[in-house]
């Protein structure tokens, strides 16, 4: 019989099983995607670069809200799925992140209401931005697709999606730093929503990366993990396809 017949049937060996990554190598996998962060993005750098006009500016602040408001409802979603309480108790907190609360005499108007500030700062109107009339179709199809997903997923994998945030704080960052400079004609109380996301951001990673990094535990499970991120560093990069193709990408 000939031997690529013979290995063909072979059946697989302990040896032939690929060993499950470490916690510290398997992190560094995830991290590695960041490569793909829609953060190098042609239309986010002419943003953070001071190269937009204001519509463009205001395109994206409008656009942008579509998938603010999608936020809490993936969230939703996903605990929807998850009969783990100490999970749920943690990851509520995204929810009223962006939906804001009043509980025990502290008020927060959430991420929502301080993205609409930024959309006014910017010179939006809220009816303009809350009937979502400047978001394109393809911004919208990018949106409902994630949020489809974490309906469906399993609900380890809808939070491993979220670990794009793994490469949030740099972005909100750079807008910090570079937006006032560039865009002196935005009021600077819009800028709200970046610095609250900075800290939030940092905390949810330590959530999303502690469940990860307990449940993907095998290598195969582990390069599924990496496809979800994959797919969500995608859905974030067909977002900003859809508003380059809408508003234009200027160059230096």
């Not at 979603?77 to 943690?90: E, F, I, M």
């Not at 449940?215 to 560093?233: D, G, I, M, S, Y």
Request: glycine share 6%.
């Amino acid at each position: 019989m000939r031997a690529d017949i013979i290995q063909a049937n072979r059946r697989p060996t302990p040896a032939d099983i690929e060993a499950a990554w470490t916690h510290a190598e398997f992190e560094a996998q995830l991290r590695e995607r960041g490569r793909s962060y829609h953060i190098h993005h042609p239309f986010n750098v002419m943003l953070n670069t001071g190269h937009a006009t204001p519509e463009q500016v205001r395109g994206w602040v409008a656009n942008r809200f579509y998938y603010q408001i999608a936020i809490p409802i993936k969230d939703a979603a996903l605990l929807s799925n998850c009969p783990d309480p100490r999970v749920r108790r943690g990851w509520v907190q995204r929810i009223l992140d962006h939906d804001g609360f009043e509980l025990g005499g502290i008020r927060d108007e959430g991420g929502i209401e301080a993205w609409l500030r930024l959309a006014e700062a910017v010179g939006l109107t809220r009816d303009e931005v809350l009937d979502l009339r400047h978001v394109v179709p393809a911004m919208r199809y990018a949106v409902d697709a994630y949020v489809n997903f974490a309906r469906r997923a399993p609900w380890q994998e809808a939070v491993c999606s979220s670990l794009t945030e793994l490469f949030a704080p740099e972005i909100h960052k750079q807008r910090l730093a570079t937006w006032p400079e560039h865009y002196g004609w935005i009021e600077p109380g819009g800028l709200t929503y970046f610095r609250s996301r900075v800290s939030q951001a940092r905390r949810d990673v330590e959530q999303g990366l502690a469940v990860t990094l307990e449940h993907f535990t095998t290598r195969p499970l582990q390069k599924r993990a990496l496809e979800v991120l994959q797919f969500k560093l995608d859905i974030l990069w067909a977002m900003n396809d859809a508003m380059a193709l809408r508003y234009g990408v200027n160059t230096p």
